[in-house]
């Protein structure tokens, strides 16, 4: 595809490129976005293509627990509980990931040995970023010397803000250095960034700068994950991957409940960026309340009536 | 109601500008200097270019008044011709523009007063009180449609309340280029009622005067011509209905067709339907009483609605 | 592993379609006089769906005098506010039958249930509710203190927006103080029928609203008929001269929303996934059957690669197929007459030297369908630049300049609506004064709305619909 943007190499060779870059991205015309994903949201998921979907979305899910009162004890449930979503069905997978607070990564790496499911630790003075650079580079490494396969960090969106792009990109880049193996994923925190724009710039800063996956949103400010949002973010994973840098997963994060909200997010995904990201690879949902209804609504599938809450296990 | 003095008893032997003035030497001992009319397209005063003209007598048919050119198809084609080069520019030009130079005719029209009450009388054989009369209402009715340039679509436009996230706003705009037969009976009066509203909203025009008594539509045109108006915006042919306006109707490139004049309902059906070739908005015959006020009918048939939807977003 | 989405159709069980109709003349479904029987069919799968009227010159008379004797007799002497009541219970009425009319609109226009679900049906009853509201207010609508209906209107509507289409013309005609003569097209009569059942559940006066059923020749007659003071029309450019030659010389007022070819222009900093959801949303939707559809895309050339690119990858994720299936985006060509059309102007465009490019999906084996289809290296003297397909086909050609592309884009005699793409505001109302069009769509298109004003400039028709302004259709002004 062609994209009238300079090589990608040169874009960030300084502050003034890196800007003229980003004002340069296409503009996003809120109206539009948003009705094209609310168009996507009549999308209606039936039988198997709804089966098909709510494993899929199971298989997505980073388990979360980001709160001031998490103990190794709620860890260990969470991890229990990611290994074996169903402890009544085997057939029902596990979940992607596990994320916690950096302290948190050793019990969350001892619980979850041998299962696949990975350890993500949020990270960067998670949720404000609001910390000397080198303090949040220790907890990065500290977190992925503890055992952490995934790092979550946020961008420093008062430089965002102020215009100071090149500043958020050589963090990410700091960062990305600092994870070493860990895959790094970036959080935009897009309810702070309030416009699409802002999303697409800062996505693209994100992939620029070395991320893994882009994140939409931290859970800790409201909005959080909107569908129009992960829509702008996918178009922007989707058009890096075009003008010839690597494939970004995108993690939607943040007030997703329900698996009719999950299903409308994996329409998105395939009619926006198609199969190639329709993998636990390169598609997450950061949630913990969601692989609940996840549950009840595979159950419901199976057994051809609506289960009681109280069959699936709180954490 | 009338500042100027009273004029001569219009007779025609005064010398005063009266059409076919000074047939005999005046009071003065002065042989008066007459006028050629002439049509007027592009800005210009040619002579048709078919080089005929008719005699136009007074409306008793006692008394020979001059003649007038009679306009052929090509010059009907160069007039739309003019009008449309013409139209860009002014539909271009501000509201209050257009505003300024209407009421510029006004001012001038108001200025040849004399002249156009001798005209009316002779043409349409009503008195000279009534022709006064009729040219008055007629400068009022220029200055009545002059304050309109920049109203009609604070009247007509709108700002629609959609539902949605959309700013929606209609505005009114030129069709493009009309042609009108005029009144044939209310030469000045009838005339400047329909001109008017088809130029005020940007538009421009090919107008067939009154075949019978075209001579005062003559001398607004060398008004128009000393206005500030652009050349083409309005174009004034003297002629024959039914030999002109049947190429008007058909012609591809007018966009209105106004029958206003036409008396004979066959041929006024006729050029209606060749008027469909291209889709003109057409008005019908009509004969109001051209003294009362005329309303918003006429200025909106010259005008389109252009709605405009936009996003509202950040 | 692919998503796959299974079929998810809309139940058909909530529509009741009669083996045959009659005609709705004073209130009454009746027997034709001198009318003949014709089929209808479900475009997706060709199946007779029922059998209706062609209505003849007398059946014509007789739904004429209806509505001339309850023109007289009831109607124009009924208050404002009580004609406003009755309007108010018709877009009731359309509002909780909506499913079962959305529906019946798929099934006999073949068009995707999500948009006679999301866009027809909606769009009808608002249509109603609004004009609801002028009903008792037309004296302060800018025509003068106590201005007039005309009387009996003439309305024919075309078979892509079946029921919208009737509610632009009737809900107008209506508040106003007429009454209508109403045919629906010769492919699409089913929500008509239904609609003369809802007037009956709203107890509107018999003769108010009749709707006479039939083709070219039905439609002739009815606005050919003395009786008439009015006659609007939607439809082709060509069906629309003859109505206006054969209303000249009459007294009949007459409006026009006719044929359109318009040019959707993408300008180098538009916002482009929203510009190529704008080019789909409009050339493809309603497969292409849109009088304002933008059937010419105009796309600066610096980003002409990097726009087709996005849209064609777009195109790639429409779904064609099943009308009902609440998952498809492109459904049935409305006949296999329009479909005809489509493949013979779409073999020009070959013939001509451009480029064809079509979604490369499977169409089913019965009933009418064509892929969406996009052309490129069009240029303006190739005939699918000119003439309007009436079907899911782009014509893509390229600008270098601002002024090029409004030259382009007035380039044709339609004039019914165009689309500018640009994130500059003042480019975007440069564009909008310049263009020659009724409606001009910025960053975005497809857009109605009852309160905004829809018609053509040339020959795309004259008159309007909605808004204010769609009043003066129907009052003596």
Request: with cysteine; glycine share 10%.
């Amino acid at each position: 595809m062609a994209l009238t943007a300079p090589p990608l190499a040169d874009v960030t060779a300084s502050a003034d490129t890196l800007r003229r870059f980003l004002r340069g991205l296409p503009p996003v015309d809120q109206v539009g976005a948003e009705a094209r994903a609310a168009a996507l949201a009549t999308r209606s998921i039936k039988t198997t293509a709804k089966a098909f979907a709510l494993d899929l979305a199971v298989r997505m899910v980073d388990l979360t627990t980001l709160e001031g009162q998490d103990t190794p004890g709620k860890v260990r449930a969470l991890c229990a509980k990611a290994r074996r979503p169903d402890p009544m069905d085997p057939s029902c997978p596990a979940v992607a990931a596990v994320c916690v607070y950096g302290d948190l990564v050793p019990v969350a790496v001892e619980a979850l040995r041998g299962s696949g499911v990975r350890v993500a630790a949020v990270a960067t003075a998670f949720p404000s970023g609001r910390a000397p650079r080198e303090v949040k580079l220790a907890e990065v490494r500290d977190a992925v010397a503890a055992g952490a396969d995934e790092i979550d960090m946020v961008i420093d969106r008062g430089a965002f803000l102020a215009g100071r792009y090149l500043d958020v990109h050589d963090e990410v880049a700091a960062v990305r250095e600092a994870c070493g193996h860990a895959h790094l994923k970036v959080i935009l925190e897009t309810g702070e960034l309030a416009t699409y724009d802002n999303v697409r710039r800062a996505s693209w800063l994100a992939m620029l700068g070395g991320a893994d996956f882009i994140k939409t949103s931290t859970g800790k400010v409201t909005p959080a994950s909107t569908l129009p949002v992960a829509l702008v973010m996918l178009e922007a994973a989707r058009d890096f991957r075009a003008a010839g840098g690597r494939q970004v997963g995108v993690k939607v994060a943040g007030g997703i409940r329900s698996a009719k909200d999950a299903i409308r997010y994996l329409v998105v995904v395939n009619e926006t960026v198609g199969d190639d990201w329709l993998t636990p690879d390169w598609f997450r949902f950061g949630a913990s309340s969601l692989l609940n209804d996840l549950l009840m609504q595979r159950r419901k599938l199976a057994t051809g009536h609506y289960a009681d809450p109280d069959e699936f296990t709180i954490d | 109601m009338s500042e100027t003095p009273e004029t001569s008893e219009v007779d025609g032997a005064a010398g005063d500008g009266t059409p076919a003035a000074g047939g005999a030497l005046g009071a003065a001992g002065r042989l008066a200097v007459r006028k050629t009319y002439k049509l007027y397209i592009g800005g210009k005063f040619p002579r048709s270019e078919s080089g005929r003209s008719y005699e136009v007598r007074s409306a008793d048919g006692s008394r020979f008044l001059a003649n007038a050119a009679l306009a052929s198809r090509k010059d009907a084609r160069d007039a739309v011709v003019a009008a449309r080069a013409a139209f860009s520019g002014w539909s271009g030009a501000t509201a209050y523009n257009r505003g300024q130079i209407l009421y510029r005719i006004a001012e001038m029209l108001e200025g040849r007063r004399d002249q156009f009450a001798a005209e009316v009388a002779a043409g349409e054989g009503v008195s000279a009180q009534q022709a006064a009369l009729l040219v008055d209402l007629a400068v009022d009715r220029w200055v009545w449609y002059a304050g309109w340039s920049d109203k009609i679509d604070q009247v007509d436009g709108s700002s629609n309340p959609v539902a949605g996230p959309y700013f929606d706003f209609s505005v009114s705009e030129p069709s493009g280029v009309a042609a009108i037969v005029a009144p044939p009976r209310s030469s000045l009066l009838g005339l400047v009622s329909v001109v008017a509203p088809a130029i005020v909203g940007g538009g421009t025009c090919v107008v067939l005067a009154a075949e019978r008594c075209p001579l005062p539509a003559v001398t607004l045109a060398e008004v128009l011509a000393t206005s500030d108006l652009p050349g083409g915006v309005v174009n004034i042919l003297t002629g024959q209905v039914g030999e002109v306006a049947p190429w008007l109707a058909s012609h591809g490139d007018v966009d209105v067709l106004d029958l206003c004049g036409v008396d004979d309902p066959a041929l006024a059906a006729e050029l209606e339907a060749a008027a469909a070739d291209n889709l003109k908005r057409v008005l019908r015959p009509a004969d109001p009483d051209w003294t009362a006020d005329p309303g918003l009918g006429r200025l909106r048939a010259f005008l389109e609605t252009k709605t405009v939807w936009h996003p509202i977003g950040t | 592993m692919p998503f796959e989405y299974a079929p998810a159709p809309e139940s058909r069980s909530i529509v009741d379609i009669a083996p045959s109709y009659g005609l709705f003349i004073g209130g009454e479904m009746v027997d034709p006089v001198d009318g003949t029987p014709f089929k209808t069919v479900n475009p997706a799968t060709e199946e007779v769906l029922s059998e209706v009227v062609a209505a003849g010159p007398r059946d014509i008379d007789r739904a004429v005098d209806a509505a001339r004797t309850a023109y007289a007799q009831v109607w124009s002497r009924l208050p404002g506010r009580e004609r406003g009541k009755y309007l108010y219970r018709l877009a009731r009425l359309i509002q909780e039958r909506a499913r079962e009319l959305a529906v019946l609109e798929s099934i006999d226009n073949g068009k995707p249930i999500r948009e006679s679900r999301d866009v027809d049906l909606p769009l009808a009853a608002a249509h109603f509710f609004y004009y609801a509201g002028w009903a008792d207010k037309l004296a302060y609508a800018g025509f003068g203190p106590a201005p007039r209906p005309l009387g009996v209107a003439g309305q024919v509507i075309p078979w892509n927006f079946p029921l919208l289409m009737l509610a632009w013309k009737v809900a107008p005609a209506l508040a106003t103080g007429n009454t209508v003569v109403l045919k629906p097209a010769e492919t699409t009569p089913l929500t008509a029928l239904a609609f003369a059942e809802i007037c009956q559940q709203a107890e509107l006066p018999p003769g108010v609203v009749n709707i006479v059923t039939g083709a070219g020749d039905t439609g002739r007659t009815l606005v050919e008929h003395p009786g008439l003071d009015k006659v609007a029309f939607t439809g082709s450019t060509e069906v629309g001269r003859q109505i206006a030659r054969s209303v000249a010389g009459s007294s009949k007022k007459l409006t026009l929303e006719l044929g359109g070819k318009a040019a959707n222009i993408v300008f180098d900093d538009a916002p482009l996934d929203q510009a190529v959801e704008g080019i789909v949303n409009g050339i493809f939707f309603n497969q292409g059957h849109v009088c304002c559809a933008g059937s010419r895309l105009l796309v600066q050339e610096s980003v002409a690669g990097e726009v087709l690119d996005r849209l064609k990858r777009r195109l790639q994720t429409l779904r064609l197929g099943d009308p009902l299936d609440k998952n498809t985006d492109i459904g049935a060509i409305n006949s296999a007459e329009q479909l005809e059309r489509i493949r013979t102007l779409s073999e020009v465009g070959e013939q001509e030297g451009a480029e064809r490019w079509s979604v490369d999906c499977p169409l089913p084996d019965r009933g009418y369908w064509f892929p969406p289809t996009v052309f490129t290296g069009v240029s303006q003297a190739h005939r699918i630049a000119r003439v309007e397909i009436f079907g899911p086909v782009l014509s893509v050609l390229t600008f270098r300049t601002p002024d090029e592309a409004i030259a382009k884009a007035n380039n044709t005699p339609y004039g019914l609506s165009a689309g500018v793409w640009t994130d500059k505001g003042s480019r975007i109302l440069w564009a909008a004064q310049r263009l020659r069009a009724g409606v001009v769509w910025a960053n975005t298109s497809n857009r109605f709305d009852p309160t905004s004003p829809f018609g053509g400039y040339k020959q795309s028709g004259f008159g309007r619909e909605g808004g204010r302004h769609g009043l003066e259709a129907y009052l003596d002004v």
